[in-house]
């Protein structure tokens, strides 16, 4: 029995440290800063939102409550997915998917949502442009996407800064 139980705690950490390894530990963005998110998200009804490295799906479940768009998050560490699962069962338009952000097409969505590691940032940028339609937006917070110019920057003293990016 406590194989089993020893065997189980093993994987658990060892999906959250390979989650950490590709470049997204589990650092949640604050509950102040959602607000400020939802702003610069402007999500309209029928649009498509979705959080890479989603976590718990803490953005995921405040944009489903405070807009009529779709939200979905995306997540590698087994424990965290299952938790971000659970919560979302509540908003029929929520829906969180288990998986690694480099092998999930991002070209129905209107908005990506990141808080990764910034050396992640510039992995995940030729995707972005890639898969992303013109006049999707990119929000990236704490860190900005190497070598793309913001389309705006939301400043606040002692929180940490928002990017803002139009896909051309």
Same mark, same amino acid.
């Given at each position: 029995?406590?194989?089993?139980?020893?065997?189980?705690?093993?994987?658990?950490?060892?999906?959250?440290?390979?989650?950490?390894?590709?470049?997204?530990?589990?650092?949640?963005?604050?509950?102040?800063?959602?607000?400020?998110?939802?702003?610069?998200?402007?999500?309209?009804?029928?649009?498509?939102?979705?959080?890479?490295?989603?976590?718990?799906?803490? !953005?995921?479940?405040? %944009?489903?409550?405070? *807009?009529?768009?779709?939200?979905?998050?995306?997540?590698? &560490?087994? $424990? /965290?997915?299952?938790?971000?699962?659970?919560?979302?069962?509540?908003?029929?338009?929520?829906?969180?998917?288990?998986?690694?952000?480099?092998?999930?097409?991002?070209?129905?969505?209107?908005? !990506?949502?990141?808080? %990764?590691?910034?050396? *992640?940032?510039?992995?995940?940028?030729?995707?972005?442009? &890639?898969? $992303? /339609?013109?006049?999707?937006?990119?929000?990236?917070?704490?860190?900005?996407?190497?070598?793309?110019?913001?389309?705006?920057?939301?400043?606040?003293?002692?929180?940490?800064?928002i990017y803002l990016y139009i896909?051309?």
């Open positions: 029995m406590f194989i089993v139980l020893y065997i189980s705690i093993f994987l658990l950490l060892a999906s959250a440290a390979y989650a950490a390894s590709r470049g997204a530990p589990w650092v949640p963005t604050w509950k102040r800063d959602l607000r400020r998110i939802e702003k610069l998200a402007q999500l309209k009804k029928g649009e498509r939102f979705i959080e890479l490295g989603c976590g718990t799906g803490r !953005v995921c479940r405040y %944009l489903a409550k405070h *807009t009529e768009a779709e939200t979905f998050g995306i997540e590698l &560490s087994f $424990l /965290q997915w299952v938790v971000a699962y659970f919560l979302s069962l509540r908003w029929k338009t929520t829906e969180i998917f288990l998986g690694d952000v480099y092998n999930h097409n991002l070209s129905s969505y209107n908005v !990506v949502y990141m808080f %990764l590691m910034p050396e *992640t940032y510039k992995k995940l940028r030729d995707k972005l442009s &890639s898969e $992303l /339609q013109p006049g999707s937006r990119v929000i990236s917070y704490v860190w900005p996407i190497p070598d793309w110019t913001p389309s705006f920057v939301d400043r606040v003293e002692g929180t940490p800064d896909c051309k």
